[in-house]
């Protein structure tokens, strides 16, 4: 009975590990830039936030609404395999509630790669709640907010 619930918690944390960081590994890029956030804009409503130049800038929104986010990434000289050939750069954030990686094609040498991604209440936080949310590359540094979801 003890070896079938020892088992059973070790599952349980192994399965709840794996549901923390979701999407596309690093090493699963193509040619991989590993580029660094050099811009980042907040778009909620008629209100744009800017993080890099207000680390930790916080804002409230209501849980029924979502914001937009656009932020660069500028790919260094060469990729992660030693070459100029084109390629991909790769982005973290826990905008969704967990972490999500993402391979983004057409990457290429000393390029401004610009995104825009729409963000919403994630569905596995409280209705009324304080999300911390960051947005990383494998580039130390990175761009950081707290949304004050309400109901």
């Known amino acids: 009975m003890l070896g079938f619930a020892m088992i059973l918690v070790v599952s349980l944390g192994i ?10 590994a690093p090493s699963t890029c193509n040619n991989r830039y590993d580029g660094t956030i050099t811009a980042m804009k907040i778009t909620v409503g008629y209100r744009t936030y800017n993080p890099m130049a207000n680390p930790e ?5 209501k849980n029924d609404r ?4 656009t932020f660069t990434i500028h790919t260094p000289s060469q990729s992660s395999q030693n070459n100029t050939l084109a390629g991909d750069t790769w982005y973290d954030t826990s905008a969704p ?5 993402t391979c983004v094609s057409g990457a290429a040498p000393n390029q401004d790669i610009t995104l825009t991604e729409t963000e919403s209440h994630p569905g596995n936080l409280a209705p009324q709640t304080t999300q911390n949310v960051t947005w990383n590359t494998l580039v130390p540094g990175h761009a950081a907010y707290c949304i004050k979801w309400i109901n």
Request: net charge negative; proline share 0%; glycine share 12%.
């Open 66 to 69: 979502s914001y937009t986010v």
């Open 57 to 61: 800038v916080s804002f409230q929104l």
């Open 15 to 24: 399965s709840a590990n794996e549901a923390f960081a979701m999407g596309q």
């Open 97 to 101: 509630g967990y972490q999500l990686g």
